[in-house]
């Protein structure tokens, strides 16, 4: 959509009458950051709001406007925000100090609630990020197998470093993106979504393949579903070429269930990337996986078996706050039915909402998996019936695009009804959501409707 059309548009000059202050702070933003924002996924246009305070399903605006979010930090806030057992963990720690430059006992109990969840995480290497755990994934998949490509599935996101920026939303035959080397670009092999044929056929022809690495519920949290039977058919093929299994946990890992999708499909991965939950709303991330792939860290396992000692490094690994919010949520995670609540809480909404695209006669539909929701705007305008709307029936490209200004006019409309959802569309539950919210929600995305066809968007 251009700016001519944002400009005319009413559910624009709405949200603008609602958001002075954040659009002051816009402003002020895009003399400081590229696009004014410091995440790409906050872009929207005219611009986004910027938030004062959240607590528990709901957050405010410096304007003072209240939304209902289903942001979710990014999905790191699996238990809502501002979880009082997790901010009293916090405000301990920095009590007692914010990084030490040294070993502490809060990262040893971090460690002991992560291996008591997730089933193949026999040894742990803290990082940062969810980038630099997939980073710290693939060096370690190479040292291990002596080898130096990796599969990657078309549309699967493991994070921004060089080995993971083609083939997510462009440059789908593997040529490099912008700043990114030849070489390294070539050392990824891209196969097709939910493709076990193409696997195959890579593992089979190319010997040199270290590593499989891919989303467990499918790219963007399920946005493109994966076929059943296909991890287990993808652990077989792996394991019958030597080739190591690399579960991108970040988004999954304590959401889909306490243990993360590995313990909730039973398929063991040889290494796991973790993040976002994690940490309980604070930096923070790991590599987990059997002793021996990650010996090749130890100073002094690797030389005892020949190897090289792989560097690692990291200023803030297992900071102490960190380490506090992290052991905190996830001991919550473990004895309660957070992640039952935030499922069925989002397989009622997706059900709401379907109901909703029948009633306002729009050819949409809500669809996902476990605490997760998208919306498929139907870019080629099929006929479709929401209520029995089957995304794997529909090409990954067509089901991850969105009409022009869609996106951007819907998650505005969503903001002037009091709802703030991502941009894909759709959103992350926590288990704070409740009845109430479920109800506004609903209540939100009819009026929004009825705002895009007001202006003729559907």
């Known amino acids: 959509m251009n700016t001519v059309a944002l400009e005319s548009s009413n559910i624009v000059e709405t949200y603008r009458s609602k958001t002075r202050e954040s ?12 696009s004014g924002i410091t995440h790409d996924s906050r872009h929207v246009r005219p611009y986004g709001v910027f938030v004062e305070k959240a607590v528990g399903s709901h957050k405010w605006d410096v304007d ?45 109990a971090w460690a002991r609630v992560i291996q008591r969840l997730v089933p193949t995480a026999d040894r742990i290497r803290f990082t940062s990020s969810g980038t630099e755990a997939t980073h710290l994934a693939l060096r370690l998949a190479r040292a291990f197998t002596g080898r130096s490509k990796i599969v990657r599935f078309l549309s699967n996101f493991h994070g921004w470093h060089d080995h993971m920026t083609s083939g997510y939303t462009s440059h789908y035959d593997g040529s490099p993106t912008s700043g990114v080397l030849e070489s390294v670009a070539s050392s990824i092999a891209l196969v097709p979504p939910g493709d076990i044929d193409a696997v195959r056929t890579v593992l089979e022809q190319d010997k ?72 309980g709303g604070l930096p923070g991330a790991a590599v987990v996986g059997g002793r021996e792939i990650l010996d090749a860290l130890d100073f002094d396992a690797a030389p005892a078996s020949g190897r090289e000692k ?19 949520a996830l001991s919550i995670i473990e004895s309660t039915d957070a992640c039952k609540r935030a499922n069925d809480y989002a397989e009622r909404l997706r059900g709401r909402l379907n109901q909703i695209f029948v009633e306002e006669q729009v050819q949409w539909a809500a669809y996902g998996t476990f605490s997760g929701f998208h919306v498929f705007t139907n870019p080629m305008k099929r006929v479709i019936d929401p209520e029995k709307f089957d995304a794997a029936s529909v090409d990954w490209k067509e089901i991850k695009s969105n009409p022009p200004g869609v996106s951007d006019r819907l998650r505005l409309a969503m903001l002037i009804n009091g709802v703030d959802i991502t941009g894909w569309p759709g959103g992350t539950i926590s288990a704070a959501h409740d009845e ?12 929004s409707l009825r705002m895009l066809r007001s202006e003729d968007v559907i």
Request: a negative charge; proline letters at 6%.
């Open 436 to 447: 109430a919210d479920l109800d506004k929600t609903v209540d939100a995305f009819r009026e």
């Open 64 to 108: 003072g406007n209240e939304y209902i979010d289903y942001f979710g930090g990014h999905g790191a806030l699996l238990l809502g925000h501002g979880r009082p057992e997790v901010l009293a963990a916090i405000h301990e720690a920095l009590d007692e100090g914010t990084h030490f430059g040294a070993s502490h006992p809060r990262e040893l």
């Open 208 to 279: 040199d393949i270290a590593a499989v690495i891919l989303e467990p519920t499918g790219s963007s949290f399920g946005m493109v579903p994966i076929p059943e039977g296909f991890l287990e058919a993808l652990r077989e093929v792996t394991a019958k070429h030597g080739v190591l299994l690399i579960f991108d946990e970040v988004v999954t890992g304590f959401r889909v269930s306490p243990g993360g999708a590995q313990s909730h499909f039973n398929i063991k991965p040889d290494l796991t990337a973790l993040a976002k939950i994690l940490a």
């Open 310 to 328: 792989i560097q690692h490094q990291g200023t803030y690994n297992a900071n102490p706050a960190s380490a506090a919010a992290g052991a905190a």
């Open 23 to 34: 659009a002051a702070l816009s402003e002020d933003a895009a003399a400081q950051f590229p």
